[in-house]
């Protein structure tokens, strides 16, 4: 974990010279696109992306129900550290990944959806669990905010089978302060909170980190 003790994930870039800028010490993952999306990471590009990541920094990759071969397809360009499943991908298929691409897994449940209502079924088979604002035609990256009232418990199940709670959705520089003195949770993931014209901002970036530091959550 980084020096700040709630888990830092900042995702969607596309942009090695932006992914070189992150500072391993304040940032725990980096967050890579490969499902449709405005963020979308093309194949082609991947590799140079991947080599840009500081060490020290996990890389994660997002995919929405994912194919064997969509996943294999970026496996052979360059290293993932951890999957992060965004669709309605079974407990089965989150296990036969971890198991098959010796990585760690990432299920978003967005809340309020049919998913949230079947999350037992993942107890034994993930690392993280990731929630996010639940919009019925995409799978993530709407720029808004849940319920952080129905936080405590997922936290709860969390702590039980001892996976991470991260929470995602409408996440920025003025309201990471609230979330995290209000709400138990392990860390935070954020996209379009560290954009400026759906570009990834640097000062964005360096605030919403010095924001969070300057909560007191230096460990």
């Known amino acids: 974990m980084s020096q700040l003790s ?9 942009d090695p010279a932006s992914v070189a800028q992150l500072d391993p010490e304040k940032v725990d993952m980096v967050g890579f696109i490969f499902a449709p999306s405005k963020r ?5 590009d991947f590799p140079a992306l991947q080599e840009a990541v ?10 929405v129900n994912p194919t064997e071969e969509e996943l294999d397809a970026v496996f052979q360009l360059g290293k993932l550290d951890i999957v992060q499943l965004h669709g309605g991908e079974s407990a089965s298929f989150c296990k036969e990944v971890k198991q098959n691409y010796a990585v760690e897994v990432i ?14 079924q ?9 929630l996010d604002t639940y919009e019925p035609t995409v799978a993530g990256g709407t720029g808004k905010t849940f319920q952080w009232e129905q936080i405590p418990k997922f936290y709860t ?9 991260l929470v ?4 920025h520089a003025e309201n990471v302060c609230s979330l995290i003195e209000s709400w138990p949770l392990h860390g935070v993931d954020v996209s379009s909170g560290i954009e400026t ?12 980190l010095e924001r969070v530091e300057n909560n007191g959550n230096r460990t």
Do not use: H, T
């Open 107 to 120: 299920k978003a449940i967005p809340v309020g959806s049919d998913l949230a209502g079947k999350m037992e």
């Open 157 to 165: 199940w969390c702590e039980q089978y001892k996976v991470k709670l």
């Open 40 to 44: 979308q990471v093309q194949l082609k």
């Open 54 to 63: 500081p060490a020290g920094l996990k890389k994660v990759g997002v995919f």
């Open 6 to 14: 709630k888990l830092i994930k900042l995702c969607g870039f596309r």
């Open 168 to 171: 995602a959705g409408g996440i």
């Open 197 to 208: 014209n759906g570009v990834k901002d640097i000062g964005k970036i360096e605030l919403f």
């Open 122 to 130: 993942y107890a034994e088979v993930i690392d993280y669990l990731l």
